[in-house]
């Protein structure tokens, strides 16, 4: 029998707010242990939350990214449950009636087709403090964290195979990232992801039993953990053997999900509206003005990059994916002519190194005016395009200029004829049956040859120059 | 006459007059304090040391011209709004060392108009009880007769204002914890229509029902304090808007020519004393001589307030007191296995008997299954009680009847019976329901011990109560003072 996966995700983002969502404190993430911290979100007694309006609004600014449906009416529920981090023993969160509903991103898979996740909701709540075990007897716990706002983004269950969920987050994060409402950073948990997903015969219009996967801390996690899971979940159907409906952890070193608790053991959250807080209306008014407010969304981004700067789709769609990127790209272009120069290094290097290095864009080093700088050096004769590459490099573990790399390891193009006839020579001498080749009439191995003075020069030689001595030498 | 037996308003005259000073009036409260708390056991703490500082500052502000109404003039807090670096133990062992870093914002208000606080006053635990029995360190006596309860669960407050220990005080309501006591010290207590004083700072017990009030010697210390307290508060998002807020001094006025006044037949049935009812049915006689308009009402669904509220309110307090779990703050356990013990012991431990009964109550009705049958059932009761109300406020002006079915009961009777206690708010729990208004003001005496009379308006129409309770005061001219018979001691 075939089976197919059902997916579906909960994504929790912090909001970019200066202050907490019921508070005046800050939203800073780290400082000192318990110094973001006042009565209010210490829930002491007789404190009263009071709503951040700001935190409607880029709730709101969210959800009309994502296509949803804004609620005119809302309120805020209670959320009870007892854990050192929480400190008034329930969250304020929604239930019944959140902020916005029915929204969806698009992905795009490998195959080139186009698809519709849908979002069932999108509601605010205040975040948790953070337990700290390491290095003391017991626990210790930081409430800086307590109050900060989160958006639950929740998914339909319209996911079928790990890739799709990859893409949606991707998407999803792209889209958080461009209307400016989160960062993002997983590292820092700004973003957090929960998944669910269960298999079942393909064909069939019921669900499984579902499975929940926590502790996944990057996209690629929740890729490889969905991956698994699935083939766990097809071999005990496999077996005769029936899926317990339970939470499971992702253990990244062993790359397997482990039973962290079973549905018996679920909590009765004894949801209520809260009331110390009153409804939220959002007036038709106050929407436009969000709406208005929403900056370029990738799409028409990657519209405008094709028309405006005529680089071709596939570097606009993958430049775009990412708002950080487009942005250091639309800066580079405006101190470097050529775009699709600007693009090839953005999409190659560059690209390449934040995936080795695990790097996001905000942290690259490199400045917009240094990228420029680089690409003159190359337009200019200076270093060889080869060379490029090597300060480049550097460039992005140093945040040096190009100028200075060139200088300090003396990268400058080899242009000095003499010398570099001197290495042709040597290279002819050095290489009778790729001569030999040549004067048959293999073209290709002036190639060779050619890349033998660059292994020579530990590629600074002028590759033009250097084509056209040894064509003089060959012909002698 | 003594200067602890004065009105706000008296002293305020003697202040102006500069025929005392601020700390002259604290000083004669203190003492009055040393005399009769023995007796009465109406306060958690006498703050001796911050008054005498308190009056020092009103006597300055005295001399730069600065008097307003409360200016100098002795206040005692109930014991569960936060008072900054001053204990604030809610009468409970879960927050007996608790000292809030803030004040509630009506603590704010009367510091900044120069009051002076003498004491924090003894309430049944968390505000949940009708008689200050459930207070885990004492029960306050009534001074009218020792032997019983001044009500609660404000009883301490009212307690405190019948024994002349302050010139006012502040109470907290939720079902009747102002009016009750109130109307069983023999003291005047309001409740102010929801939203209309601020509740920042004062610990919650049931959100959607709390409301701070005051409580003093006659209706015109009332609107003095109300004036002080009303008004919107930033902090609080219940809190409503400054519109709302009037001077509430310009509605004491002795005409009530042409007045409605409404009273619900409901509220004459089993249950009621007999002393109660002859002295609120002769009070409908002088409201009627006085010019007003008496007419019948009717408050079809009343016999289910008391069972909505208790599933509401414990339903709130079971959220609310969930915070004392004795690892930030509070009463903590010294013996525990593991973090759910540690909850268990310390909330076992800390918490008195009807807290418990109540969050196990609240528990219940919210969990899953049952929150249909109970809460949200419940609360379509509150809809019904509020439409009853707003029917009968298209008819009449203001609404009046008997605060407590009876006057005030022996201690220890009512303690092993929780819905016989639970009947002493029957008449005061349908006004917190819909969030209206009330006033409960002596209206004579019944064996003895004082009657309470209550009146409810429309919300936000503390005047006209205010208006009617002030005719009313006038033409009865109540002088009983208690008498502090009775008690071991």
């Known amino acids: 029998m075939n089976y197919e996966a059902v997916i579906g995700l909960e994504v929790h983002a912090e909001l970019l707010t200066k202050t907490k969502i019921f508070c005046n404190c800050t939203t800073e993430f780290g400082g000192e242990p318990n110094t973001h911290v006042c009565p209010v979100c210490l829930g002491l007694p007789g404190t009263l939350p009071v709503l951040n309006k700001k935190v409607v609004e880029y709730a709101v600014k969210a959800g009309l990214a994502l296509n949803c449906e804004i609620s005119k009416f809302s309120k805020m529920d209670r959320k009870n449950y007892f854990y050192p981090d929480l400190p008034k023993a329930y969250q304020i969160s929604q239930y019944d009636l959140p902020l916005c509903k029915n929204g969806y991103v698009e992905i795009e898979t490998s195959d080139g087709v186009k698809k519709k996740i849908g979002l069932t909701r999108i509601h605010i709540e205040e975040d948790a403090g953070k337990l700290m075990h390491e290095n003391v007897d017991g626990s210790l716990v930081d409430y800086n964290r307590t109050g900060v706002p989160l958006i639950e983004i929740v998914s339909e269950p319209d996911m079928r195979t790990p890739e799709e969920a990859y893409l949606y987050l991707t998407k999803l994060k792209s889209v958080l990232e461009y209307s400016e409402v989160s960062d993002c950073k997983m590292q820092e948990g700004s973003l957090r992801v929960d998944t669910n997903v269960s298999v079942r015969p393909v064909g069939s219009k019921e669900f499984g039993t579902k499975i929940e996967l926590k502790n996944l801390n990057s996209f690629k996690a929740v890729q490889k953990a969905l991956e698994y899971e699935i083939k766990r979940q097809i071999k005990l159907l496999e077996n005769g053997e029936t899926i317990v409906q339970e939470t499971r952890r992702w253990n990244e070193q062993k790359g397997i999900t482990e039973a962290m608790r079973s549905k018996e053991e679920a909590h009765d959250y004894r949801y209520f509206p809260d009331p110390d807080l009153v409804p939220i209306i959002v007036s038709d008014e106050w929407k436009e003005e969000i709406r208005k407010s929403l900056p370029e969304m990738p799409e028409h981004k990657k519209e405008r990059f094709v028309a405006q700067y005529g680089i071709p789709e596939y570097d606009a769609s993958v430049i775009t994916a990412s708002k950080p990127l487009a942005d250091f790209f639309e800066k580079c272009v405006l101190e470097y002519s050529s775009a699709k120069t600007v693009s090839n290094w953005i999409m190659g290097e560059m690209m390449r190194l934040l995936k080795e290095t695990g790097k996001e864009v905000e942290e690259v080093l490199i400045k917009p005016h240094q990228m420029a700088s680089l690409l003159n050096l190359i337009d200019n004769g200076t270093i060889t395009g080869s060379i490029a590459k090597t300060v480049f490099e550097e460039m992005f573990a140093t945040g040096k200029n190009p100028e200075e790399i060139v200088d300090e390891k003396g990268l400058k193009q080899l242009s000095n004829e003499d010398e570099l006839r001197k290495i042709a020579l040597k290279v002819i001498e050095d290489n009778p049956k790729s001569v030999e080749d040549y004067k048959n009439g293999k073209d290709k191995a002036i190639g060779f040859l050619v890349g033998q003075i660059m292994k020579a020069t530990k590629g600074k030689a002028n590759p033009q120059l250097a084509n056209k001595i040894l064509l003089e030498e060959l012909s002698k | ?489």
């Open chain 2, 1 to 489: 006459m003594e200067l602890h037996e004065l009105k706000i308003h008296e002293l305020n005259d003697l202040l102006k007059k500069k025929e005392v000073s601020a700390v002259d009036v604290t000083k004669a409260y203190l003492k009055r304090i040393n005399e009769v708390e023995p007796k009465v056991d109406a306060l958690i703490c006498k703050t001796e040391d911050f008054a005498l500082k308190k009056a020092e500052e009103a006597d300055k502000m005295i001399k730069d011209g600065n008097i307003n109404d409360l200016t100098g003039i002795p206040v005692i807090i109930k014991d569960n709004m936060c008072t900054e670096n001053i204990r604030t133990t809610c009468a409970s062992k879960m927050l007996e060392d608790f000292v809030p870093p803030y004040n509630a914002t009506v603590v704010e208000n009367l510091n900044s108009l120069g009051a002076v606080m003498v004491g924090k006053a003894n309430l049944d635990e968390f505000a949940m009880g009708s008689s200050t029995e459930n207070s885990a360190f004492k029960t306050t006596k009534n001074p009218w007769d020792l032997e019983r309860v001044p009500g609660g669960s404000s009883g301490g407050s009212a307690a405190s204002v019948a024994a002349d220990e302050c010139a006012f005080s502040l109470g907290s309501d939720t079902g009747g914890s102002i009016r009750q006591p109130a109307s069983l010290c023999g003291v005047v207590g309001m409740k102010p229509t929801y939203g209309l004083v601020s509740r920042y700072g004062l610990v919650a017990f049931a959100s959607s029902l709390d409301q701070i009030g005051p409580i003093t010697k006659d209706v015109t210390d009332c609107a003095i304090v109300l004036n002080a307290i009303a008004g919107h508060d930033p902090k609080d998002s219940t809190s409503v808007d400054k519109m709302r807020k009037k001077d509430y001094k310009e509605f004491l006025k002795e005409d009530i020519k042409g007045m409605k006044i409404g009273y619900a037949k409901e509220f004459f049935r089993q249950g009621l004393d007999e002393g109660v009812k002859r002295s609120i049915e002769a009070s409908l006689k002088i409201f009627e001589e006085l010019g007003a308009e008496i007419r019948e009402v009717s408050l079809k669904y009343i016999d289910y307030a008391l069972a909505a509220y208790y599933i509401v309110s414990s339903a709130e307090a079971s959220s609310n007191l969930a915070r004392y779990d004795g690892i930030r703050y509070g009463y903590a356990a010294e013996k525990y296995e593991d973090l759910i013990d540690m909850y268990m012991v310390s909330r076992s431990e800390g918490f008195g008997k009807e807290v418990k009964r109540r969050i196990m109550l609240g528990t219940y009705a919210l969990s899953s299954g049952y929150y249909d049958a109970y809460y949200n059932k419940a609360l379509k009761v509150r809809t019904l009680i509020k439409q009853d109300y707003e029917k009968a406020f298209q008819n009449v002006d203001v609404i009046v009847g008997p605060t407590s079915p009876t006057v005030a009961f022996k201690i220890g009777e009512r303690v092993e019976d929780p819905l016989a206690m639970y009947l002493a708010d029957v008449y005061t729990v349908p006004v917190n329901i819909a969030g209206l208004p009330g006033l409960s003001m002596p209206c004579g005496l019944s064996d003895g011990l004082p009657v309470g009379l209550q009146i409810v308006g429309k919300h936000f129409d503390e005047g006209t109560i205010l208006n009617a309770a002030y005719a009313f005061e006038k033409a009865l001219s109540f002088t009983a003072k208690p008498s502090f018979k009775g008690g071991a001691r």
